[in-house]
Structures are given as structure tokens and as C-alpha cells.
């Protein structure tokens, strides 16, 4: 009997950000010029004098009532320009945080189906034996030791930092340690569990296991394996 290639892992490829709305500006006030408002009144104020026509006054009245007018209108109209630009906001920025909330909830479940659970790769040992050790060269050499809140690959135009709860990964190929920090009840499974991923995503050309001289039976079914 053979084993076929296994198909290539899923690859996820985060979208483009979500493109967040901007704060509206709110309209700046108009500008009563008192002045413009003073002028007229003083001047038919002067001419209702010197004519002796209290209708000239009435006339420099109209200057003042205008500018007030005129500006009550303008503050009036910039008010209702605010209310409309701060619903549109509300509007937009609820839309785009449905899209984030879209796009992380894809994300999870892409990265939970690229790294999955031990006893989901348990599963592959016991299945098709397609399902096991990549020969295409494209799995990364990264094993899965647990599930958190992890940096997201989503993004937001405004750069606001996202989260995702997704396996946390390590990478075997680099430089350094990995260590299991605890007493052996609690380390040990975690350590069996990135054993047996390991040896089930990867080749034995790909991937040596050296186990320690001591507690060999412990280990012994990773020779069986």
C-alpha cells in the first residue's frame, strides 16, 4: 500500500482593513457681525433726526434685524448638518464593526482548522492516512500548545488593536528553547500533546524526536508512532 500527499494545509489570508469612519467635524458657528448690525441703526438714527421722520429709523432697523436673522438661519442649518453627520457616523461605524466582528469570527475558525486540537489530529492518526504528514513543503514547522487571545490579523484602518481567540502556536525551526515550566502532572500531557501534533503533521524526514534516557515507558508510544 502507499500514502498519498496530504493536501495542502488551509492558508488564510486576512482581508484588507475595515475601513472606519471618521469623526465628523462639527460645523463651525457663524459670526454675528455687530458692526454690520450697528451701522444701519445708528445711521437711520441720525437721519430719523435730522429729517424728522421717524420712518428712517425704522429703516435702520431692518439692517440689525437682517444680520440677526441671517445668522440665526446659518447656526440653525449647521446644527441640523451635525445631527445628520453624527447619525450617518453611528450608521456607518455600527456597519463596519459588524464587519470586524464578521471577519475575526472567520478568522478564528480559519486558524482553529490550520492548527487544530490534539484529539482532532488524534482523529487523523486513526483515518485516512492522507490526512498526516505534509509532503508538499508548505506546512509551516510551527505546533499548537494551547488556545488564547491572540494578536488578530484583522485590522482596522484606524489601527485599533484586535484580538482573536485562536490557538497560540510555536515555531520549531527557530533559534532557542522551548521549555514547560510547572510540575509533571501539568507539564507532561502538555508535552505529549505537542509530541504526538508534531509527529502527525510532519514526515519523520522532516521532523527527529529525542526522547530523554529516563521514563522511557512513558514515551513508548511515540516509537510506536
Do not use: N, Y
Not at 469623526?23 to 454690520?36: A, I
Not at 433726526?49 to 438661519?73: C, D, K, Q, Y
Not at 457616523?89 to 486540537?117: I, S
Not at 521532523?207 to 512513558?218: C, H, I
Amino acid at each position: 500500500s502507499s500514502v498519498s500527499p496530504a493536501p495542502p494545509p488551509p492558508v488564510w489570508r486576512a482581508p484588507a482593513p475595515v475601513q472606519m469612519p471618521d469623526q465628523p467635524t462639527p460645523t463651525p458657528p457663524p459670526r454675528l457681525s455687530v458692526l454690520g448690525a450697528a451701522l444701519p441703526l445708528a445711521f437711520g438714527a441720525v437721519l430719523a433726526v435730522i429729517m424728522h421722520s421717524p420712518t428712517m429709523l425704522a429703516f435702520g432697523l431692518m439692517g440689525p434685524a437682517i444680520s440677526v436673522g441671517t445668522w440665526w438661519s446659518e447656526r440653525r442649518a449647521g446644527r441640523r448638518a451635525d445631527e445628520r453627520a453624527v447619525r450617518e457616523f453611528a450608521r456607518t461605524r455600527d456597519e463596519a464593526l459588524r464587519q470586524v466582528d464578521a471577519a475575526l469570527t472567520e478568522e478564528a475558525a480559519e486558524r482553529l482548522a490550520a492548527d487544530p486540537d490534539p484529539s482532532t489530529m488524534a482523529a487523523w492518526a486513526l483515518g485516512p492516512l492522507s490526512s498526516v504528514w505534509d509532503r508538499t513543503g508548505s506546512t509551516p514547522a510551527k505546533v499548537r500548545i494551547g488556545i488564547g487571545d491572540v494578536p488578530a490579523q484583522t485590522s482596522r484602518s484606524d489601527g485599533h488593536a484586535l484580538r482573536v481567540r485562536a490557538p497560540v502556536v510555536i515555531g520549531i525551526c527557530e533559534r532557542g528553547t522551548t521549555a514547560l515550566v510547572g510540575p509533571p502532572e501539568a507539564t507532561r500531557p502538555v508535552a505529549r500533546a505537542i509530541i504526538a501534533t508534531a509527529m502527525t503533521r510532519f514526515a519523520p524526514h522532516d521532523l527527529g524526536v529525542v526522547l530523554p534516557s529516563v521514563d522511557r515507558g512513558e514515551w513508548s508510544w511515540s516509537e510506536a508512532a
